[in-house]
């Protein structure tokens, strides 16, 4: 069985979503207590990892207003009855946000700067009702990044500015307009100075400012080529010292931009990929500069949504250096490696996740929105606040029975067929009712009720407390292996994360940039998948010092075998000789492995990467020889045999307490005895139910769901 998140997800069929509504789909919405209320004009900081509301760590729920959304206020349709028109027909305000569970709104400015390039009416804002949540006094994401057929995404027209040289060329998503020309980020400077004169102008004051959403690309225009020779000629002062470095023989900078592919020349396609990086990471030096000049904040949070964790000309580790907040890739592949990298990324900031879809009943959506703060995210932006009603209302002219005028009337049962066509085409609309049931939105209330009874126990400290493993991952892999179709990266990297993770064993993710405080670090187990299998000229020294200092690292079968530009590497420390005398065998169950020792640590080679399974059997003995001992185990309440198919985050306070929270991806509802190493007779207390659990040999017991979140605390 391939133990990932993917599969255990919540799959709702469009045919299901259609279902006739009845009473039980609307239900009454309580109140919300004292306790779970967000203060109004709460102070908002960003320090130690954590979003601080008042001083003290919370996990905040927002929503994103997107282009047009007002526009839908005050129309009706159909699928809800009049009692939740509050909902439907308008933008939430501060009390009907905190009804609904959420904490947060993001708006989307007036595109306004479009008329001094495109002299063209820009639609007007329905002001009263979008005033509701700007002066709700709870916290205002700027959201100033340009979603894909709005009418900031402009087309290209003759002799309307822009100069053509803004414009971008190539592969790109959510990103329109050239970052690298000098035209294209003077261009970026104007929307961004427009749009957060917008909040100024509303006297609004926002927490943080989204700059790109879905952001992927790689520009190919000529003028970006010229760019790049301008910075070949700066960085290596003249071409002998280029083509030495670069194992080239080109007769000029210039002639060398002037590739065709991607295959002419990886050494060359490398170092381009690397200026377009270096020049998406700048613009937000100049984003920072803009938004600070406007706002009077002279250290705005400013972010962007990168499309995945690999795109080809975004490096997230150089982006990062200017951002105090991260947020995670609009693409979840893997959900768990994708968690681990950003925090790995983040070094220390906050990060946040938007586009949370919210899909089946109200616990469906409880999950979703607790594994998000599981996974170590600070805040989650659900997606989208979005009926798009004058796509599906219709309308009809009818004679009133006494024979009088006819008059425009709704027609319900057009409207509703309308509807449910629309529902299956945009699922994630949340305010189509045919498309989210009313019900589930009972789940937002939920989730931020459970995590708030967890306090500071998953502080970001607390996370980080006792964990010994990591996973290396290389951005010089992905570089090359989107450089060269001979070149392709694996993806052993989700395998390990996965493995690592049901195997109950706690792990991180550490980027080759980061290797130079590894040997300072807790860490003493180091694994190296296939993915790494490019990397830069220092990591194998750095690894040796690593196990010559007492580390094990665990390499798999071609792992560190290239450098960054695609040539194999020198002989490093670790690879074994043509004799392999000096390597012993590892006894591992359906897995053959050597070793070898180097200093007071050694080096574990895996002949061949396995399935995950026996991958995650395999790192459990592994580790285990190599002194690290796992803080929990998973048991089956029943046989006592270890259960490998439990997601569980762990955090632990200064005063010895434990936090789990604990998902069962195992596809059954499970019986689980869960035992804490060095707790002999633990104290575990269900945070949700607030009843203390059963306690049998030397652990405490509780049932498990299949996909629903348990948290936990034990002393």
Not at 388 to 403: C, F, L
Not at 412 to 417: F, G, H, N, V
Not at 558 to 573: C, I, L, P, Q
């Amino acid at each position: 069985m391939k133990y990932t998140t993917q599969f255990v997800m919540a799959t709702v069929l469009a045919g299901a979503l259609l279902s006739c509504l009845s009473a039980a789909d609307f239900p009454a919405i309580p109140a919300p207590e004292a306790g779970e209320m967000l203060p109004q004009n709460a102070a908002i900081k960003i320090a130690g990892g954590d979003i601080l509301v008042s001083g003290k760590p919370r996990f905040l729920i927002g929503t994103i207003f997107l282009e047009g959304v007002d526009q839908d206020a005050g129309i009706k349709t159909t699928g809800y009855p009049e009692s939740l028109a509050w909902l439907y027909e308008s933008l939430p305000d501060y009390a009907d946000a905190q009804k609904l569970g959420l904490d947060s709104f993001g708006i989307t400015p007036e595109h306004s700067w479009r008329r001094i390039f495109r002299p063209r009416p820009v639609p007007r804002r329905n002001m009263n009702v979008l005033r509701r949540p700007l002066n709700s006094g709870l916290p205002i994401l700027a959201e100033l990044a340009i979603e894909k057929g709005s009418h900031a995404w402009m087309a290209y027209m003759d002799g309307v500015n822009p100069k053509e040289e803004a414009w971008f060329e190539g592969e790109s998503s959510g990103i329109p307009y050239s970052v690298v020309t000098e035209e294209g980020r003077a261009l970026w400077n104007t929307i961004w100075r427009v749009s957060a004169e917008y909040f100024q102008q509303q006297q609004s004051k926002p927490f943080a400012y989204r700059i790109f959403d879905h952001a992927d690309f790689f520009e190919t225009s000529q003028r970006a080529k010229t760019e790049f020779a301008k910075h070949l000629s700066l960085r290596y002062k003249n071409v002998e010292a280029m083509n030495q470095a670069l194992h080239s023989k080109y007769p000029s900078t210039h002639q060398a931009s002037r590739f065709n592919t991607s295959t002419d020349d990886p050494h060359i396609h490398v170092a381009f990929t690397k200026f377009l990086e270096d020049a998406f990471a700048e613009t937000f030096s100049n984003a920072l500069a803009t938004v600070a000049s406007v706002s009077g904040d002279p250290e705005p949070v400013v972010f962007f949504q990168p499309r995945t964790l690999h795109g080809q000309g975004i490096d997230l580790y150089k982006a990062a250096q200017h951002q105090r907040m991260l947020c995670a890739p609009a693409q979840q592949e893997s959900p768990l490696l994708t968690a681990l990298y950003m925090q790995a990324v983040a070094e220390g900031k906050p990060v946040v996740i938007c586009d949370i879809p919210l899909q089946g009943t109200a616990d469906d959506v409880r999950n979703t929105l607790l594994a998000q703060f599981a996974r170590g995210y600070s805040m989650a932006f659900v997606s989208k606040w979005k009926r798009d009603a004058r796509a599906w209302i219709v309308y009809k002219r009818e004679t009133p029975s006494d024979g009088g005028r006819p008059k425009t009337v709704l027609d319900s049962i057009a409207t509703e067929a309308a509807g449910k066509s629309q529902a299956m085409q945009h699922p994630d609309y949340l305010l189509n009712p045919y498309a989210v049931s009313a019900s589930a939105f009972g789940g937002i209330r939920q989730a931020k009720q459970d995590v708030l009874a967890t306090g500071d126990l998953f502080s970001s400290s607390n996370r980080m407390a006792h964990t010994h493993v990591a996973l290396l991952y290389s951005r010089a892999s992905d570089r090359l292996a989107a450089t060269t179709n001979a070149i392709k990266s694996t993806n052993t990297v989700e395998f390990c994360a996965e493995a690592l993770a049901f195997s109950g064993i706690k792990a991180d993710i550490v980027l080759e940039e980061q290797l130079e405080k590894i040997i300072e670090s807790p860490y003493r187990v180091l694994l190296a998948s296939d993915s790494l299998y490019a990397v830069y000229e220092t990591t194998p020294s750095i690894l040796q010092k690593f196990v010559e200092a007492g580390g094990t690292l665990i390499l798999t079968e071609k792992a560190v075998t290239k450098n960054e530009y695609g040539d194999a590497n020198a002989e490093v420390f670790f690879e074994p000789p043509s004799s392999t005398n000096d390597w012993a065998k590892v006894q591992l169950d359906g897995l053959n492995a050597t070793y070898k020792t180097y200093g007071s640590g050694k080096v574990i080679r895996l002949d061949c990467i396995p399935d995950p399974r026996t991958l995650a059997d395999s790192l459990d003995k592994l580790i285990a020889d190599a002194g690290v001992r796992k803080l929990w185990q998973c048991l089956d309440s029943a046989t006592g045999n270890p259960i490998s198919g439990i997601e569980v985050t762990h955090a632990m306070r200064l005063d010895g307490t434990h936090g789990l929270i604990l998902f069962n991806r195992i596809g059954t509802d499970l019986d689980v005895r869960v035992k804490i190493d060095g707790i002999e007779t633990p104290q575990a207390f269900d945070l949700i139910r607030k009843i203390s659990l059963p306690v049998k040999d030397g652990g405490f017991e509780l049932r498990l769901k299949l996909g629903h979140g348990e948290i936990v605390s034990v002393k």
